[in-house]
């Protein structure tokens, strides 16, 4: 295969060799042979008006080329071919119609054969006398015929001369061609002006070959003049985005330009900064108005000289101008007045929260004494209690009440200590740690920040968080709280901070001897549903944008919402269930918006199914008794069964997947039961052949703690004398070996849960009676509790 080399052409146009390449224009006397070597073209057809260079490959081409080039007449015939992909074009792919060409000079290279091709006149395939490469073809030379006037032909070669020079005018290299070609032929001649137009256009190789194919003349000039005007088109085009980016461009570089002569010019008059002398003002510039501590300003001014020589490009220069950044945003001594009002920390408390009236008295003699003193100093505050009791929105009602800004972050799942103290400036992104950022936000030295779920900090070898809070979360100590990143002491020790947690085990004891604990249990019915008025019901139709109006809830439906499928102490879940009550309310609405709905117990089932929780009644008969469990949910009834197997052989067996605590607790009621069966009233050789199983349900949930005891002791007393507990009754307490009844925690969540359960008496360790007493009124309602200092209080009481 052969192509044409068209490099110099950005257009695909024909390119002429120099002047001083002899050429010999076809005369029209010139005997042409009737046999040629026929050489395809892949890329174009070829014209007569043409004289160019042509590559094609060594093999199969070169050696009928050179024997051409080395004949008389030197003629050959160039011939468009479509082959398909890169294969030699076979017979059947060549159009009919080319261009004899004479071969002005040969040269060879690696691989390829480069020769020069004078086209003369147009030639026809008449008959393949070697169907194989190098082909060889017997030809005709068709005469060109004028199908019109010398004027019509005179006014088109006008219109292809006057496209012609338009063309020249919006690419140079037009102007070349054009110069090649008026060295051979005249301006006037029509049939090589078109033929030469068509040429220098980037058409269609199909376009082309149909104008080399067209003999009559008038009918070809129509053709290419078509193709003359789109390439003058496309032409204008391109003249026009190249001239709107230029202008783009243009423009740019003259603000450039302008831009650094103004930087000079503000230079010579003084009047101008570089970027180091901008960033240093801007730096100073915020310690202005700050009480900046002598080593901290020392440290800062040190930094500032060092930023000013110091090459703003280098990497040194933005590390120095982060810790700036840093540094100078710190409040230094600014610190926002406190609302000491303790009618106004009432009426925030009680407009956030329903309930926690222990909670709120805690915190009010909190704030009292703050306002005697005239300051809150920094304190630490502790909320201990199950999800969804409303921990976090008391710190910020606490941060409301006080007029102080708030600051909230999560410890859950904090394993890096530089999340506290922060990087050290050696490290690539280091940055303060959080409370230096907390500060930073809240732009004061005195606000409340929140420390979420700290009892869910991890540890890894990254370091400990929980003992990198140590230093914050002691008084004596966060005065000169040290951040790894600043290396500077900054004042914590006016910051309030709340801490928040679901359960103590997990907290270090140093880490909690820090803090003063306040505890929160769950709510009662009665708490939620008022709650749930004042509260969640009116957020749920804010989310919703449905109007209050349009949507009721009726008290017996929000009971039973709260007893059927919110019973955990917290609201979260309860919140949840309004909300899928809501949703299905709106798509009724959607379908009719101007019916008014109410829902009532019939529709809560709908909605929510059948309810999760059913009406908690207390367990009854031989060998079973009711005890009070605390979880981190809350206070829970347990019931706890005794029940003999056989008098085979004397055993004791206990299930319900019960931690190690609780099993030693039911290994010493045992003994204790045992070893005391004369005063317990009980048949001294019972225990001598019965196999005893102790089962606490629900058997799926992990159990442990130890005030279990003398409730698994009751339950195999009750066995043993054959007698169930007839009181409606409930109780809690470790047992010692001795019979001693010990204390236990969780009192409030307990005597909660009893009252859920609908249970009338509690028996208590005598040693938690203060605790009892500090139970508000409204708990100690509609129930009797008896204190015990030892088991034989609780089996006189019992049986």
Not at 577 to 595: H, M, P, T
Request: charged share 25%; glycine share 8%; with cysteine.
């Amino acid at each position: 295969m052969s192509h044409q080399d068209d490099d110099q052409n950005p257009n695909g146009g024909a390119e002429f060799i120099p002047r001083d390449q002899p050429q010999t224009p076809a005369r029209t006397d010139e005997v042409l042979p009737d046999t040629l070597q026929l050489v395809p073209l892949t890329s174009r057809p070829y014209f007569p008006v043409l004289i160019q260079p042509i590559v094609v490959d060594q093999d199969p081409w070169a050696e009928g080329i050179k024997v051409v080039a080395d004949s008389a007449h030197k003629l050959v015939a160039l011939n468009f071919a479509e082959p398909d992909g890169d294969e030699i074009p076979k017979p059947g792919e060549f159009k009919n119609i080319g261009v004899v060409a004479r071969i002005l000079r040969v040269h060879q290279t690696q691989d390829k054969l480069q020769f020069i091709a004078q086209g003369l006149r147009r030639v026809r395939i008449r008959e393949w006398v070697r169907k194989t490469p190098p082909y060889v073809v017997r030809v005709d030379y068709p005469e060109e015929t004028t199908d019109a006037g010398d004027d019509q032909l005179r006014a088109y070669a006008m219109s292809l001369i006057n496209g012609i020079k338009e063309l020249m005018s919006l690419n140079p290299l037009y102007s070349e061609e054009l110069k090649q070609y008026l060295n051979h032929f005249r301006p006037s001649d029509p049939s090589p002006l078109t033929d030469f137009a068509a040429a220098i256009t980037s058409a269609d190789p199909e376009e082309l070959q149909d104008v080399l194919e067209t003999l009559p003349l008038l009918a070809r000039m129509e053709k290419v003049l078509l193709l003359v005007n789109r390439e003058l088109e496309v032409g204008r085009l391109q003249a026009k985005i190249a001239e709107d980016t230029q202008e783009q461009l243009s423009q740019q570089q003259r603000e450039f330009f302008l831009r650094q002569q103004l930087k000079v010019i503000q230079k010579e008059l003084g009047i101008s900064k570089d970027d180091r002398e901008s960033d240093a003002d801007t730096f100073a510039d915020r310690l202005e108005g700050k009480d900046v501590p002598v080593h901290a300003r020392q440290r800062i001014d040190e930094e500032l000289k060092k930023l000013q020589i110091l090459e703003p490009a280098s990497a040194e220069y933005g590390v120095t101008r982060n810790y700036l950044d840093w540094a100078t945003s710190v409040p230094w001594g600014m610190y926002s007045e406190d609302s000491l009002d303790l009618g106004h920390a009432r009426e925030v408390l009680d407009r956030d929260h329903d309930g926690l009236d222990d909670v709120k008295k805690r915190i009010i003699e909190f704030l009292a004494l703050g306002a005697y003193k005239g300051e809150i100093a920094g304190s630490i505050l502790l909320l201990v209690g199950p999800p969804g009791v409303g921990k976090t929105s008391i710190g910020r009602s606490v941060a409301d009440a006080l007029g102080r800004k708030f600051y909230r972050f999560s410890l859950g799942g904090m394993r890096d200590e530089a999340e506290i103290k922060g990087h050290r400036r050696t490290y690539i992104g280091a940055m303060p740690g959080k409370f230096i950022q907390a500060l930073k936000e809240v732009d004061v030295q005195n606000p409340v920040i929140m420390l979420d779920e700290i009892d869910k900090i991890g540890a890894s070898y990254q370091g400990d968080p929980a003992s990198a809070l140590l230093e914050v979360l002691d008084p004596e100590q966060n005065s000169e709280f040290l951040d790894h990143y600043l290396d500077l002491r900054v004042d914590l020790s006016k910051v309030l901070f709340i801490c928040t947690a679901n359960q103590l085990d997990t907290i270090p004891g140093p880490l909690l001897d820090r803090m003063e604990t306040i505890r929160l249990a769950g709510y009662l019915t009665s708490e939620k549903m008022q709650i749930a008025k004042n509260h969640l019901w009116p957020r749920q139709l804010e989310r919703a944008g449905v109007p209050a109006s349009k949507l009721k809830l009726t008290d017996p439906a929000l009971r039973k919402v709260i007893d059927g499928y919110a019973r955990e102490a917290g609201v979260r879940n309860l919140e949840k269930q309004l909300a899928r009550l809501v949703r299905a309310s709106v798509v009724k609405l959607l379908e009719d918006d101007s019916q008014k709905i109410s829902i009532g117990l019939n529709q809560v089932e709908e909605v929510l199914g059948a309810p999760i929780f059913k009406k908690q009644k207390p367990r009854k008969g031989v060998g079973v008794v009711n005890g009070l469990a605390w979880t981190s949910l809350g206070g829970t009834t347990l019931a706890v069964e005794a029940s003999l197997v056989h008098d085979g052989s004397r055993g004791f067996r206990q299930t319900g997947q019960l931690g190690n605590v609780m099993t030693e607790s039911a290994q010493i009621a045992y003994s204790y039961v045992a070893s005391h069966l004369k005063d317990l009233g009980i048949d001294e050789h019972f225990f001598d052949n019965a196999m005893i199983h102790l089962h606490v349900p629900e058997g799926a949930t992990p159990k442990d703690g130890p005030s279990a005891g003398i409730t698994m002791a009751s339950a195999l007393t009750s066995l043993a004398v054959g007698k169930a507990i007839k009181r409606n009754i409930a109780m809690t307490g470790e047992l010692t070996l001795t019979g001693k009844v010990l204390p236990i925690g969780g009192v409030k969540e307990k005597v909660i849960a009893a009252r859920r359960a609908g249970i009338a008496e509690v028996i208590l360790p005598i040693d938690n009676q203060r605790d009892y007493d500090e139970l508000p009124e409204y708990l100690k309602e509609e129930i009797q509790v008896h204190f015990a200092s030892d088991y034989r209080d609780v089996a006189g009481l019992l049986f």
